[in-house]
Nanobody, 121 residues
Framework: QVQLVESGGGLVQPGGSLRLSCVAS????????MGWYRQAPGKQRELVAV???????NYVESVKGRFTISRDNAKNTVYLQMNSLKPEDTALYYC???????????????WGQGTQVTVSS
């Protein structure tokens, strides 16, 4: 099975920074797209940042200039550097990847368990 392990969440004051990490392991054999989603209480899950295997990145408008997504393909790892954090960034952040496995060549999306980010004074 494919496993995604996230780390780096926590409590931070407004204006602070956090760096989220997500490592994919298990039967994953090929990864194309890696990204981060978030969901706040009472709100719909939204795409925060995405990175393709070709190095193309994109961000939701509200985090542009503050967040940076990066990846290490050799390690099947994706990062999200979050700077100048605001209270409205508070949410459960999920790692997501699209890839194939040894016994399933159809690309599928896999999710991490989520890591809580709380921005509060």
């Amino acid at each position: 099975q494919v496993q995604l392990v996230e780390s780096g969440g926590g409590l931070v004051q407004p204006g602070g920074s956090l760096r989220l990490s997500c490592v994919a392991s298990g039967s994953i054999s090929s990864i194309s797209v890696m990204g981060w989603y978030r969901q706040a209480p009472g709100k719909q899950r939204e795409l925060v940042a995405v990175s393709t295997s070709g190095g193309i990145t994109n961000y939701v408008e509200s985090v542009k200039g503050r967040f940076t997504i990066s990846r290490d393909n050799a390690k099947n790892t994706v990062y999200l550097q979050m700077n100048s954090l605001k209270p409205e960034d508070t949410a459960l952040y999920y790692c997501n990847i699209r890839g194939t496995t040894e016994w399933d060549t159809t690309p599928r999306k896999y999710w991490g368990q989520g890591t809580q980010v709380t921005v509060s004074s």
